[in-house]
């Protein structure tokens, strides 16, 4: 009995990692099939049918390539901030809300809130330890952006803790039974869109890595494995993030094929973003985490109290 219980947690962890790595590889072929459309020409479609390999041949390639690092670089720290980057982007799915319990998580959403903080040190190593300005700048830009979006995300969320009086991801599900939130809170949905967005450093808010002005962000002096594994944990916090909207904002039951139709609608709306708009400028950035969203959340948090309170004295 006791064998079971331990095995059981470690046979489905396992399984998790492998069908996220697996929807990573897929969500990269989509990204290049939908810009390829978006500017009308055709994504990858040479490798196997209509390009379905393609994802493998590339993770071929890029883990068979020479590993270089700089001589100058904190080689340490250099070599395990990207090992740290894709297990800390692997780890935040075990709040994802099974009804099997793999994990009882009761308090998944301060686990997820630990889990993204300790993304920004990772982010700001590999930027330090590649001695490089390029990279350096990169890795300060993605922790100030970073920490300024967070705190608009944990208001958020504490706006919905206040509403459902959990911690627990599965509340979302039974409290959306008849009515999304999406539909309740529109505007904190699209707020917690745009953050997200800002949260895993995707366009328009691609500042850590702006080719443009700082080569390729913090990631410049990385090659081969250390690139791809910074690569797979920024598309596993994408599909994540994907994951968390469709928790929160269009309650769903995990176990319906509908949870996953949602789920590729919202990682859609990340690449469709990355296809239309142009890059933000930074000082905006900065104005719209602090000036508008944090106000904002702020209102609405103070507003789902107040509604918490009339209901209490109610009762």
């Known amino acids: 009995m006791y064998f079971v219980d331990i095995i059981m947690p470690v046979i489905g962890s396992l399984l998790l990692v492998i069908c996220v790595m697996v929807g990573v590889a897929f969500l990269t072929l989509m990204e290049r099939k939908v810009l390829g459309y978006v500017q009308l020409r055709k994504g990858p479609n040479k490798v196997g049918f209509i390009g379905l390999i393609q994802p493998f041949s590339d993770a071929i390639k890029l883990f068979t390539k020479e590993q270089t690092y700089p001589l100058m670089s904190n080689y340490i720290s250099y070599y395990f901030s990207p090992v740290f980057t894709l297990f800390l982007a692997l780890v935040v799915w075990l709040c994802i809300p099974y009804l099997t319990k793999l994990y009882s998580f009761n308090l998944g959403v301060l686990f997820f809130l630990c889990c993204t903080s300790m993304g920004v040190y990772t982010v700001m190593i590999a930027g330090w330890s590649s001695n490089s300005n390029y990279a350096l700048l990169g890795g300060l830009r993605a922790v100030a952006q970073t920490i300024s979006y967070e705190v608009s995300l944990a208001l958020i969320l504490l706006s919905f803790i206040f509403l459902i009086g959990g911690y627990n991801f599965l509340y979302f599900m039974t409290f959306q039974e008849y009515v999304w939130f999406l539909v309740i809170c529109f505007p904190l949905a699209l707020v917690w869109f745009a953050s997200s967005l800002a949260e895993t450093n995707r366009t328009p808010f691609d500042f850590a890595e702006g080719e443009s002005e ?102």
């Open 214 to 315: 700082l080569v390729s962000g913090f990631n410049v002096e990385y090659s081969s494995g250390g690139f791809a594994l910074i690569f797979l944990g920024e598309y596993a916090s994408i599909l994540f993030m994907s994951m968390l909207f469709t928790v929160i904002f269009l309650g769903s039951d995990i176990y319906s094929i509908l949870f996953f139709v949602k789920l590729s609608a919202v990682s859609f709306m990340f690449i469709w973003m990355r296809g239309t708009l142009p890059r933000f400028r930074y000082d905006k950035l900065m104005y719209l985490a602090w000036k508008s969203f944090l106000p904002f959340s702020l209102n609405y948090l103070i507003l789902f109290i107040g509604f918490k309170v009339f209901i209490i004295s109610l009762i």
